[in-house]
């Protein structure tokens, strides 16, 4: 995942000040910096995404930026946050899109792979569903939890033998981790 810019004039922002504090001095570096007003715009989204009364403006911001933006990424990060906010609202489709294009960018991003398969198999595409939860288990660091999803993918579909095997391994994974 690319790492996105903190210019110095927005390194006095902390996480010991309030979601608004931390905002209000977003909006004053807007007006200070216009010539920077993606990045500032990406990295006011990261406060509301982890604010759960904020997450419209989250949203809002992503989706401004994903119709504006050039830098490639920021827009990676826009899609990012954007899907983690449609999946929020239970919109899968705009989800499913947004954690698309981040793996355009980042091809091996398997966190990102998860959300994609979770996605198509909140919409019953149990073929799309399996490859993604699969690519991401090749990741040894997702393999758990992919293996959890593969088997959700097959007890959705009634294979209950498949998905009682990947739930065993999950379960293996996990504990060989715990020992």
């Not at 110095?8 to 996480?15: A, D, E, M, P, T």
């Not at 990424?73 to 906010?85: F, K, R, T, V």
């Not at 090749?138 to 009634?158: A, C, F, M, T, V």
């Amino acid at each position: 995942m690319g790492q996105l810019g903190n210019p110095s004039y927005l390194r006095n922002i902390n996480f010991d000040m309030s979601v608004e504090e931390r905002a209000l001095l977003y909006d004053t570096a807007l007006l200070e910096h216009p010539e920077d007003e993606h990045l500032i715009l990406i990295n006011k989204s990261l406060i509301y995404y982890s604010s759960p009364p904020n997450h419209s403006k989250c949203l809002t911001i992503c989706e401004k930026l994903m119709v504006e933006c050039k830098d490639e990424n920021i827009l990676y990060w826009a899609h990012w946050l954007g899907g983690g906010m449609y999946d929020v609202i239970n919109k899968s489709d705009k989800a499913l899109e947004c954690y698309l294009k981040c793996v355009e960018h980042e091809p091996d991003f398997s966190n990102c792979m998860l959300k994609i398969s979770k996605n198509y198999l909140a919409n019953k595409k149990y073929t799309e569903a399996l490859h993604w939860a699969e690519k991401a288990a090749l990741d040894k660091d997702y393999k758990n939890w992919s293996e959890r999803l593969i088997g959700d993918i097959y007890l959705e579909q009634l294979q209950f033998d498949k998905a009682i095997e990947h739930y065993k391994l999950a379960l293996a994974i996990k504990y060989e981790r715990e020992a």
